[in-house]
Nanobody
Framework: QVQLVDSGGGLVQPGGSLRLSCAASGFNLEDFAIGWFRQAPGKEREGVSC????????YYADSVKGRFTISRDNAKNTVYLQMNSLKPEDTAVYYC????????????????WGQGTQVTVSS
């Protein structure tokens, strides 16, 4: 019953946009901080963005600031990552995950993960 499903990835040209979704079932996402992370082949998993469910504060890695936007729709029990002005270096598997209050952009702050969705930015 407890599921966290991330989706919305795909192939897009540089400068294009994608919207990733992180949908929860069996629990309420509003009770957790939600983070988006990405991992490219041969690289460590890195934090992209997170949103606090306590005060709604949002945080972004410097590499995506101004291009990506994280948001939450409590009615749909879903968190989104809108990705604009995509670059080839954004290519990675993207994961959403839940954390407790105070979680930041470190993967170590998160304990329940989605399965990942592939984002490929290429011409």
């Amino acid at each position: 019953q407890v599921q966290l499903v991330d989706s919305g990835g795909g192939l897009v040209q540089p400068g294009g946009s994608l919207r990733l979704s992180c949908a929860a079932s069996g629990f309420n996402l509003e009770d957790f901080a939600i983070g988006w992370f990405r991992q490219a082949p041969g690289k460590e998993r890195e934090g992209v963005s997170c949103i606090s469910t306590s005060d709604g504060s949002t945080y972004y890695a410097d590499s995506v600031k101004g291009r990506f936007t994280i948001s939450r729709d409590n009615a749909k029990n879903t968190v989104y990552l809108q990705m604009n002005s995509l670059k080839p270096e954004d290519t990675a598997v993207y994961y959403c995950a839940t954390g407790l209050a105070g979680a930041g952009l470190s993967p170590l702050d998160y304990d329940f993960w989605g399965q990942g969705t592939q984002v490929t930015v290429s011409s």
